[in-house]
């Protein structure tokens, strides 16, 4: 990987085949030692002048693929030392009057890139090699950053490490770049996944002008005349346009009537909303199952599982685009024309192998190729086969294998060890997918960002109806490994010793199932839920894993944070092996004015529906131990959060126990099902009542009605 220094450029074409014409990745990573820090990225496309053909060359979070499938905002994925936010761009897809394609991200709510560590931008080719990384160490109080950009020269694609800062946040690095900005307010109306109206992105191109290519606000030719059907049709598919110009009457001189006015982008983020409830069954009772086009309960053993599974999947990749593309954007593929296929036979020495699948996609007379190796209902995959698959892809110049299964890939620790002859001039890429990754993304189109066709709507809510069922066997991570009895009991009896491999079995384990159940809760909530590593980037993350193991041998728990967007705090979750309890706990920083009786007050009527057992502790300075106690008793007493004398409150944790389960599978008692239901609860019970204001208090006899108690009492 060619490390760039900040000014310098190079030419794509020298460091990979095709990286100079085919398609790229780009990875924006940032680190937070508090926990708390993120960023988004956005892309702009610049033609020859330094600024942006139209509005819609502007890419971020509520414009986030081209049309053509030039860039793709492809969101963030967990690393081993924090998240990293990836970038397609195909630069053969690029129009040729783009000259400039800027690589930025943003920070929002007044934070800075200072606050930040390891900002880094790297670039890897189509087969996922990386061919280049810039670091920037520099950064202050820049609430935006253009990170680098790639620039055609003499016919050939090169890449300059940048490295410059706005103060003015996102809205100011846009507008540098010729793009107007309307942020005076939020978004007109929510964001709904039921695709009505409001189901829109923010960005919207102008209106076409006259014939003559004058735009003087008025019209008064023939020329000038431009229809609302026909600017509609102009605009982009998915922009929102409200006829509100004008046009005129030949021969009758100025008329004000309808035509489409130009509005502009809004970098504040749309609102996303749930779908509408869906009608009332016509069904005469319960035992009445509703007919689906993906029938599960007669499978009866893993062959068929894993053959029903991946047809159903390539199925519906290949007839919901958005859906498709979603899934192998991240795999070099190019947006185009996509088949899918299954049980393929392909020769292969003395015995042909049939791959699960096949995956094809056509842009401009070129194709595309995938092999697809699926195992369901835990079913490892198997080292050979995959090698036997990649060496026929290599062969037949496919470009990937992409391999199926309930596990979830961790970074320098790959399901399958395969052999890459280096003599071979075509490469092929090796990438995993995990079902619980298919399942987030099904989820994000349907439930959340809308799906513009009613039929491809119904098919993604018939592969995820078939993802959940229990006779599937799609179900995502479901064992913590062949260690994780001997761990438990070594730590039971004091005998598991620190550089046990074991220990780092159960590590990875526990970090496969965190990225799972962010993939899982992302999923449902609709919104970013990222696993938070309060580390330095390090290029060793079997070291870090290691490390954690030691610390696992000596205190007997194993510790997780996880960052839900528009969460007021970080979720902590820690197993405790030796009490065999699961806490899940948020802390919430001190309101910057009001009296400490009031904020206790309006914490307790907040948490009005949250459960009982929730317990309550008051944050104090370090050194000092803040008062504690359970909802249920805080209830009538909220001044017993209150710590003795002129002690400063700095917060409040709120935390939630349960016991876990001991076996594995899918019992009911199992641990990682004990770990998703302690995260539901807390998530549904305590976060979510944290976003809803407190309930007004009822007056107490003899008060004044409308009158604040505890503002009373405190003034008092």
Known sequence: MREMAKGANVVLAT?????????????????????????????????????????????????????????????????????EDRISIDLQAMAPDVARIVVAASRYEGARFGELNGLRLTVADRTGEGILGFSIDDAGPES???????????????????????????????????????????????????????????????????????????????????????????????????VTAQVAVQGQGEVPVPAPPVRRPRTVKKKVTLPKVARKSLAE????????????PSLKNDRERETRATSVLLSVMAQVPEFGRRLMAGFGAPVGRMETFTEVSLPHGDTPKRPDGIIRVERAGKLWTALVETKTNGNPLKPQQVQD??????????????????????????????????????????????????????QLLIRHEGVGNAAHAWLLQELLHYLQHENSGCHGFQNMGPAWVPVRN???????????????????????????????????????????????????????????????????????ELRIEGAPGVLAL??????????????????????????????VRQLDEAPADLHIQTLVPEGATGP???????????????????????????????SMGNT?????????????????????????????????????????????????????
């Open 15 to 83: 460091l990979s085949e095709d990286a100079g014409t085919g398609s790229l990745q780009v990875g924006l990573s940032w680190s937070s030692e508090q926990g708390d820090g993120d960023a988004d990225v956005s892309v702009l496309l610049l033609g020859g002048e330094g600024k942006v053909r139209t509005d819609a060359d502007f890419f971020f979070y509520n414009n986030a693929v081209a049309a053509d499938g030039s860039v793709s905002l492809l969101g963030k994925t967990p690393t081993d030392s924090g998240s």
């Open 144 to 242: 935006a950053f253009v990170f680098g950009e790639f620039y055609r020269r003499d016919g050939e694609w090169k890449f300059r490490a940048v490295g410059q800062g706005y103060e003015t946040g996102l809205a100011g690095l846009a507008t540098d770049f010729g793009i107007d900005v309307d942020d005076a307010a939020e978004a007109d109306s929510d964001v709904h996944a039921d695709g009505d109206e409001s189901d829109v992105p923010a960005v919207v191109a102008a209106a076409p002008q006259p014939d003559d290519g004058v735009n003087t606000g008025t019209a008064t030719g023939p020329s000038a005349i431009i229809p609302a059907q026909v600017a509609l049709e102009q605009a982009p598919a998915q922009a929102s346009v409200h």
């Open 285 to 296: 009772n319960d035992s009445w199952h509703a007919a689906r086009l993906f029938p599960v």
């Open 389 to 442: 698959y990649m060496d026929i892809a290599a062969r037949r110049g496919y470009e990937a294998v992409i391999t199926l299964c309930n596990d979830v890939a961790l970074e320098g620790r790959p399901l399958v060890d395969v052999k890459v002859d280096g003599r071979r001039k075509h490469k092929v890429v090796l990438r995993h997918l995990s079902w619980a990754e298919v399942t987030h993304q099904a």
């Open 490 to 560: 070594g730590i039971d009896d004091e005998t598991l010793c620190q550089g046990d491999p074991r220990a780092v079995d159960v590590v990875e384990s526990w970090e496969r199932l965190v990225r799972q159940v962010c993939l899982r809760l992302g999923g449902e909530l609709g919104q970013k839920v990222l696993p938070v590593q309060r580390v330095r980037r390090t290029a060793d993350p079997q070291g870090r894993r290691g490390a954690l193991a030691d610390l696992l041998c000596e205190e007997g728990r194993l510790h997780a």
């Open 574 to 603: 820690a197993a405790d092996l030796r009490t065999g309890r699961l806490r899940t706990s948020i802390d919430i920083p001190a309101p910057a004015t009001g009296y400490p009786l009031t904020w206790a007050k309006r914490l």
């Open 628 to 658: 504690r106690g359970t909802l249920e008793r805080l209830r009538p007493e909220p001044a017993d959060l209150l710590p003795k004398g002129d002690t400063e409150i700095t917060g409040f944790r709120l935390s939630l126990f349960k």
């Open 664 to 716: 594995r599978g899918h019992a009911e008692s199992s641990f990682i099902r004990s770990v998703d239901d302690c995260v539901d609860r807390f998530c549904a019970n305590v976060v979510a009542a944290l976003d809803r204001p407190a309930p007004a208090r009822r007056p107490q006899r003899g008060e004044a009605v409308g009158v604040d108690a505890g503002v009373g009492a405190t003034a008092g």
